[in-house]
């Protein structure tokens, strides 16, 4: 039996998020620690032209939330994207989550060719069908920004590991 657009999509979401928020807790552990400044973790970027941690968080969020929206039919929260602290960001991510876990499965499920429309950058958009969409772009590009916010947060010596990416609080 092939696999639904619900079961391909939410769960993964879900999970990798989750991932995400034990990955912020274990960098406020580092922060308290170390008596370092949060905001120059949440601003670190690690190169000139990247975004900094902040914009990751919140990109990766927006990814899964806008992405099952442009799937589902139903409507994504608007977030005010001002979130500065790593409980800001925390609260952000269990929003989208809450958000993710609201969608009912049958409005995801049959989305296989629907064609989706969405920006791609701030000047131009691209359309393709639904299970192109979630498979190579929605998903990847949740990851990406979950992936750069995990090496922002090693290279600045956060103890963190394959298994926090992967398992997040159950390792």
């Not at 807790?25 to 990247?50: G, H, I, N, W």
């Not at 393709?128 to 949740?142: C, S």
């Amino acid at each position: 039996m092939p696999i639904s657009m619900s079961s391909a999509s939410l769960p993964v979401c879900i999970s990798m998020l989750g991932n995400l928020i034990h990955m912020l807790d274990k960098a406020q552990t580092f922060v308290e620690s170390k008596a370092c400044d949060p905001l120059a973790l949440t601003q670190y970027r690690l190169a000139p032209d990247m975004l900094p941690f902040t914009r990751q968080i919140l990109i990766a969020c927006d990814a899964a939330k806008n992405g099952i929206a442009r799937l589902s039919g139903v409507e994504a929260p608007k977030f005010a994207d001002d979130e500065q602290t790593l409980a800001e960001l925390k609260d952000r991510i269990a929003k989208t989550v809450a958000y993710l876990a609201s969608v009912p499965a049958a409005s995801l499920d049959g989305s296989e060719e629907k064609q989706i429309t969405f920006p791609v950058g701030r000047d131009s958009v691209r359309t393709m069908a639904g299970e192109a969409y979630l498979k190579q772009w929605m998903l990847p590009n949740m990851f990406f920004h979950i992936t750069t916010a995990y090496n922002i947060l090693r290279h600045n010596g956060v103890d963190l590991g394959k298994r926090d990416y992967l398992l997040g609080s159950a390792a």
